[in-house]
Structures are given as structure tokens and as C-alpha cells.
């Protein structure tokens, strides 16, 4: 174990307890740690001041680490939204973002470095898939925007880079960590996929397993009403059919009892016209759902167009007449290049 390092980020009370034990302290030891990891945000060993100095030490020679990401840079936007840069272990870059409303931080996290799915409108897809997160990695992301504003996030959105449903495990072990260790309401946590085939039902058996009942929001990224126009934004739709994604969001109602929220990002003169929002509302007739509307945040690397305030309403008010619960997710920070991934690959 001598250059392999060990986080602590993500372990519960018991297994720190027994973390203790094994390494030679009592299991009150294993309390302090606890405290000093998700109560202090404490970012390395050494800060653990309660626990003896030789011990502390001892554990770091062992290559313990409480698993901390390191800021690298911070963009604050006239909204005072802030990006992160974080560092991890290996030298990889991600990207956390802090959005603070009048009664809400919200943090968006990143599941994984990079992603494999390839969606257009993207940034975060241009580079493909560098490897997903550990537990620890997800978990250090709140820390670091809590001492960004000095306050812990009240809301968790997985929505920053990556597929979670590629790293089921870790997003719902680090989910676990949120909710119990931390004290984030699972009502307060929402997991956003793009669909990825035979997913769902796995996630809410997963989900069962982990957290002992599903209470956190799925977010399903549609952004198209038709096959046709989803296989253009989102490649990998190729491989899972808009019905069959359908069809297993509703088993998913059926498995957990909780709605799922719809995204669906507008591009301009592309599937914002009058006729999407009639196909769309006819594709998710009978879900108890929510759609959320988001405006298309530019990348370099396309040439959407972001649609005007106007297009955008009209879209809302069609799905509004057919009884859709919709809202429109007003794009924060775009003074420092809002869209996922966009300040990462400035940096890299
Ligand atoms: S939108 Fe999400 S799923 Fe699609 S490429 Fe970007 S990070 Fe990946």
C-alpha cells in the first residue's frame, strides 16, 4: 500500500469504526474521524487535530488520505454562480458548479471525467470518456462548493459531466454518503441520464439496495420528440428506441412510485417548433411528469442556436394547454461559459 492512496470520503460511521479498530485505535477513533470528515469538511488527515499526532501520521506513511479533490481554478459569474476546477489524484480535471437561488444552493456534480455518449450539443462529449468517479471524488465536490460559499448545498443535481447511469454504483453509494452522512434529503438529490438501455430497472433495484427506498428524482433527457431528431442530438439513442426508453420509464414509476421529470433542451429552428411541443406532448401523454425546459447554452464546437425567449414560450404554453407540468430552467452563469464541460476544455 505504500504509493496506492486510500480515501476515506464515502465511508459510513460503522466502517470508519472498524477502520480504526483495524489500524490500531479504538473505535471512537473511527467516531472522531466521522465527524471531522463530514461535519469540519477537514481536507487531509493531518487537519484531524483530535486524533494523537503519531497516529495521524502512521496513517498517511500508510497511504490513507481523506480524498479531497484540489481547486485548480474558480470562475464566479455576475449571478454569482460559481465553477469549479477540481483536481483529482491522477491529474484529471472536472467541473463542479455552485448555483446559489434566494433560498437554495445547488450543486451540479459531475458522475464521471469526460462521457462516452457523445450528445451534439455538449462540450463535455467532445473528448470522450476518460474514466468515471470515485465515491470519494463524487462526494469531495459538495465540500469543495461549500467552502466555496461557505455553506453547504441544500440540493444535489447529477448533471455536471458525465453518464451516471455508467457509474450506477459509485453515483448511489455517494448518494447513500449525501443523504445519511452529509444530511442532504433524497428529495433533494435528482440523477440525470440521457438513457442508456437495460438501466432502469437496475437502478431502481440498485437504488433499493443501497439507499433502502428510491426517493431521489430522475431526470430522463428526451430533447427530442422522435426518434429521428433524438438519433441527431444524441448518438447513442441509436441503441435504445424513444419508446423502449419510454416503456422503461414506466416500469421505473411502477418499481419506485416516484415521477420522473423530463429535460429537454430547445435548439433554435431545430426541435423547438410548435409541432415538437404538439409530438411531445403526445409522446409522454398519461406520465405523471414534469418537463423542464433549458435554452441551449452555446459551445464553440456547434452551431446551434440558442432560441428566443418568445420560441421558448410558445413552446411552454403548448405543453401548458395539454395539461404539462413544465417550467423553464433559467440558464445561470453564462458569463463564464455555462454549457458542461466548456471550462474544462479551456483548461486541458
Ligand atoms: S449531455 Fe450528459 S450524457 Fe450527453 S455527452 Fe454531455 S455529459 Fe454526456
Redesign the pocket.
Known sequence: MENQKVALLGLNLSQLERFAIENGESAFRGRQIYQWLYQRGVNSISDITVLPKVWRDSLMQKGFEVGALKEVNRFISNDRTIKLLLATDDGEIIETVGIPTRDRLTICVSS?IG?????R?????KDGLQRSLKVNEIVAQIFAIKEAFEKRPSHVVF?????PLLNINSVLSSINCLNKDIGIGQRRITV???GVSNTLAKLAGLGRDYLGSVQFTLAV?LHAPNQYLRERL?P?AKYYPIQSLLKDCRSYIALTGRRVSFEYILLGNLNDHIEHAEELADLISGFQSHVNLIAYNPIDEEDFQRPSTNRIKKFMHVLEARGIAVSIRASRGLDQNAA??QLRRLHT
Open positions: 464521471q462521457c462516452s455518449m457523445g450528445c450539443f455538449c462540450a463535455t462529449g448533471m455536471g459531466m458525465g453518464e440525470s441520464t440521457v433527457s444524441i447513442s458542461c464541460g
